[in-house]
C-alpha cells in the first residue's frame, strides 16, 4: 500500500485508453493531473483503493459528498432497495416528501425545498430564482468562490470595471456582465458594490466558508455583515453551502456561524455520495419557481428515487449522530492540520493551514490567506510536489490546492495517524528545488 508505485500499473495504461476518447481522460477537469490520474476501484469507510488493489486512506472523499464514510450500508442499502422498486417514475414520491420536511428541520430558512440533481444545477435555479423573484439583473458574488460550471457564475473580475468578464471560453460577454465580482472578507468592499449596482442588483451569492479557493473561513462579522448589507438593500442572501451543508454541522455554516440566508444551495453531502441536491429558502421567493410562479426550473432526475432514498438514509444517521459527530470531526480534522503544519514547518517551508471543521488546506504561502488573490499567490507548484509524495506513502488527496482536504466520519485515529505521518516526507518532498 505504501512506496511510491502509484505511478504506472493498470492506472497508466487505463489512462492511455481513456485519452482517446474522453478529453484528457477525465469526466471532471480537476481529476486530471500528471503523469495519469490515479483509477479507483472501489472505496469503504475511509478508504480507497486503485484499479491495482491498493489502498488508500481518502482525504479528497468526493470532494466533500462523503461525510459518514465510503459506502455506509445503511445508504447503500437504502439506495439498493429504491433501484429495486424502480429507479424513476418522474412522479411525486412519499420520500420526497419526508426529505425536503427532514432538511426543513434542520436548516430552518429552508422554508421550501427544491430538489435537483447537482450542486450547480442548485445554484443555477437560485441565481435565477433571485433574478426572478427582484426583477432586477445584476448578482454580487465572491472572487473565488465557486458556484458551479453555469454561465453567469463563470465570470472573474474585470481589471478597473465592476462588472466582470467571463472565466471560460463559450462564456458570452453579456451573460458575464451582470455578474460583479468582490473580494472576499472585504465589507467595504460589497458596500461599494452594492452601492453602484443601485436599483439593478438582484442578490448576492456565496459560499460561506470558501471551499474552492482551499479552506478560507470568513473574518469575524463578515457573514454578519453581509447579512446585514443585504438586507439593508432588500435583496436576497444566496448561502451556496453545496460544500459546508452537512458538513460544517448538520445545520450547515448557516447553524455554525448562526446567520440566516434567503436561498441555500446544498448538494455534495445531501446524498452521502449520490447525485442529489437542493435549492430551498424562504417560502416567498420560493413559491416564485414555476408551476406557481414565473421562474423555470425543471429536471427530468430531480428527486429521483435512489438519490431521494440515500439522502435520506445519510440525512437521518447524521441527525442522529450530529451531537457527537461534529465535534469530533472538528477536533480530528484540526490535529491533521496541525500535524501537517508541523511538517512544513519542520520542512523549512513557509505556509498557512486554514481549517474549517471537517475540512483544511494548506498554502504554501509567505503570510495568512484570507482571499482569493492570497491562495492564487501560493505556489502551487510545492502543493503538486506534496500530493504526489501523500499519493506516494498512501494518502490520497485532492490533486489540486483549490480544493480542500477532508475526512469523514469513518476516519478512525489509525488512518489519522497514517496520514499525519506522510505529511512529513511529502512537505519535505515539497520543499525540493526551492
Ligand atoms: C461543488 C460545488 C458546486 C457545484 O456542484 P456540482 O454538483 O459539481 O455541480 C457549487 N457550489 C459549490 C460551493 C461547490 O463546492
Known amino acids: 500500500m505504501a512506496g511510491s508505485a502509484w505511478r504506472g500499473g493498470r492506472s497508466a495504461g487505463l489512462y492511455r485508453r481513456a485519452r482517446r476518447r474522453i478529453p484528457r481522460g477525465v469526466n471532471s477537469p480537476v481529476r486530471y493531473y500528471g503523469p495519469h490520474p490515479l483509477f479507483v476501484g472501489r472505496a469503504e469507510g475511509p478508504h480507497v483503493w486503485d484499479a491495482d488493489g491498493r489502498r488508500y486512506v481518502d482525504l479528497c472523499c468526493g470532494y466533500g459528498a462523503v461525510v459518514l464514510g465510503h459506502a455506509r450500508?445503511?445508504?447503500?442499502?437504502?439506495?439498493?432497495?429504491?433501484?429495486a422498486r424502480g429507479p424513476l417514475f418522474c412522479a411525486p414520491t412519499e420520500a420526497e416528501v419526508e426529505l425536503s420536511e427532514e432538511i426543513s428541520s434542520l436548516y430552518p430558512s429552508a422554508e421550501r425545498v427544491r430538489l435537483v440533481n447537482t450542486g450547480g444545477e442548485a445554484t443555477m435555479a437560485?441565481?435565477?430564482?433571485?433574478?426572478?423573484?427582484?426583477?432586477?439583473?445584476?448578482?454580487?458574488?465572491?472572487?473565488?468562490?465557486?458556484?458551479?460550471?453555469?454561465?453567469?457564475?463563470?465570470?472573474?473580475?474585470?481589471?478597473g470595471s465592476a462588472d466582470a468578464a467571463p472565466s471560460s471560453a463559450g462564456v458570452p460577454a453579456g451573460a458575464?456582465?451582470?455578474?460583479?465580482?468582490?473580494?472576499?472578507?472585504?465589507?467595504?468592499?460589497?458596500?461599494?458594490?452594492?452601492?453602484?449596482?443601485g436599483g439593478d442588483l438582484a442578490g448576492v451569492i456565496m459560499e460561506p466558508v470558501m471551499g474552492n479557493m482551499g479552506v478560507i473561513p470568513p473574518e469575524r462579522g463578515f457573514l454578519r455583515a453581509v447579512r446585514r448589507i443585504t438586507r439593508a438593500a432588500g435583496v436576497p442572501l444566496v448561502f451556496d453551502e453545496t460544500i459546508t451543508g452537512f458538513r460544517l454541522?448538520?445545520?450547515?455554516?448557516?447553524?455554525?456561524?448562526?446567520?440566516?440566508?434567503?436561498v441555500t444551495t446544498l448538494g455534495k453531502a445531501l446524498g452521502g455520495g449520490f447525485p442529489i441536491a437542493a435549492v430551498c429558502g424562504r417560502a416567498d421567493i420560493m413559491e416564485s419557481?414555476?408551476?406557481?410562479?414565473?421562474?423555470?426550473?425543471?429536471?427530468?432526475?430531480?428527486?429521483?428515487?435512489?438519490?431521494?432514498?440515500?439522502?435520506?438514509?445519510?440525512?437521518?444517521?447524521?441527525?442522529?449522530?450530529?451531537?457527537?459527530?461534529?465535534?469530533?470531526?472538528r477536533r480530528k480534522a484540526a490535529a491533521l492540520a496541525s500535524a501537517a503544519s508541523d511538517a512544513a514547518a519542520a520542512a523549512g517551508l513557509p505556509h498557512a493551514v486554514n481549517a474549517a471543521a471537517s475540512m483544511f488546506q494548506v498554502f504554501f504561502a509567505d503570510g495568512p490567506v484570507r482571499d482569493a488573490a492570497g491562495a492564487r499567490g501560493s505556489d502551487r507548484a510545492a502543493f503538486a510536489r506534496m500530493f504526489g509524495a501523500l499519493l506516494s506513502g498512501g494518502i490520497y488527496a485532492a490533486p489540486s490546492g483549490s480544493e480542500a482536504a477532508m475526512i469523514t466520519a469513518a476516519h478512525g485515529e489509525a488512518e489519522l495517524r497514517r496520514a499525519a505521518e506522510a505529511y512529513h516526507p511529502a512537505m519535505r518532498e515539497a520543499a525540493r528545488g526551492r
Request: proline fraction near 5%; glycine fraction near 12%.
Open 289 to 329: 419557481l414555476a408551476p406557481a410562479g414565473p421562474v423555470y426550473q425543471a429536471s427530468t432526475f430531480a428527486g429521483n428515487p435512489v438519490s431521494v432514498a440515500a439522502a435520506l438514509a445519510s440525512v437521518r444517521v447524521i441527525r442522529r449522530r450530529a451531537g457527537r459527530m461534529y465535534p469530533e470531526l
Open 73 to 83: 450500508r445503511e445508504i447503500v442499502g437504502a439506495a439498493a432497495r429504491a433501484a
Open 176 to 197: 458575464a456582465r451582470d455578474t460583479v465580482v468582490v473580494p472576499f472578507n472585504d465589507m467595504v468592499a460589497l458596500e461599494g458594490a452594492v452601492g453602484r449596482c
Open 126 to 159: 437560485a441565481v435565477r430564482l433571485a433574478r426572478g423573484f427582484t426583477g432586477k439583473d445584476k448578482v454580487i458574488k465572491f472572487d473565488g468562490c465557486y458556484h458551479g460550471a453555469h454561465d453567469s457564475m463563470l465570470a472573474a473580475a474585470g481589471s
Open 249 to 262: 454541522s448538520e445545520g450547515g455554516a448557516q447553524k455554525a456561524y448562526g446567520v440566516r440566508p434567503d
